[in-house]
């Protein structure tokens, strides 16, 4: 995860080892409010011995080359976060978008919509719900594209499948 790139670097962002994506590293689960237990806050303390999958494969969509994000959207200061194309639908790459924090601000949610609707790129983003100071494990899920790939998310989540 943090790493200097030729076009952009990800330094001082750290939002993906901050626990926004729920993933598990050497054994301990990372979630909303559980950040990963080798994150310094400011970069990785097992940098050279971090995991293969997913921190050295993992690049968001602000930092991948060729970015479309514009320079405002980096998740430490837009706090959304885009994991571009997880999976596809109908042969469109689906990117979802997660909260740094616990809802995606207004303006960034409007671009990443935006961006959704101009690209036909369907688009799944979390959000917490807004009562109470915790975070919450299992984050809402809205799908955002045809009423198509609505419904095929709807039944993908009530059969319990994972989205990505
Ligand atoms: S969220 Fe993106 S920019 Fe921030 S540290 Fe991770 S890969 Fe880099
Ligand atoms: S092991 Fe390092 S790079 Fe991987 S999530 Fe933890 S702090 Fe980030």
Same mark, same amino acid.
């Given at each position: 995860m943090p790493k200097?790139?030729? #076009? *952009?670097?990800?330094?001082?962002?750290t939002a993906c080892c901050d626990g926004w994506v *729920?993933?598990?590293?050497?054994?301990a689960e990372v979630y909303p409010g559980s950040p990963c237990p080798h994150s310094t806050g400011a970069g990785c303390k097992i940098y050279d011995d971090r995991p293969v999958d997913p921190c050295r494969n993992f690049e968001c969509g602000w930092v991948k080359e060729n970015s479309p994000l514009p320079d405002w959207l980096r998740p430490d200061r837009a706090h959304a976060m885009m994991l571009p194309g997880v999976r596809t639908w109908q042969g469109r790459p689906v990117d979802v978008i997660v909260p740094v924090g616990k809802r995606i601000p207004p303006r @960034? #949610?409007?671009?990443?919509?935006?961006? @959704?609707?101009?690209?036909l790129r369907p688009m799944i983003y979390l959000e917490q719900d807004e009562g109470g100071r915790d975070y919450a494990k299992d984050q809402n899920v809205v799908a955002y594209g045809p009423p198509e790939f609505q419904q095929e998310i709807g039944r993908l989540l009530a059969a319990g499948e994972r989205l990505w």
């Open positions: 200097s790139h030729t #076009l *952009r670097h990800c330094q001082p962002c *729920r993933m598990v590293i050497y054994g @960034a #949610l409007k671009w990443f919509k935006q961006f @959704a609707e101009q690209q």
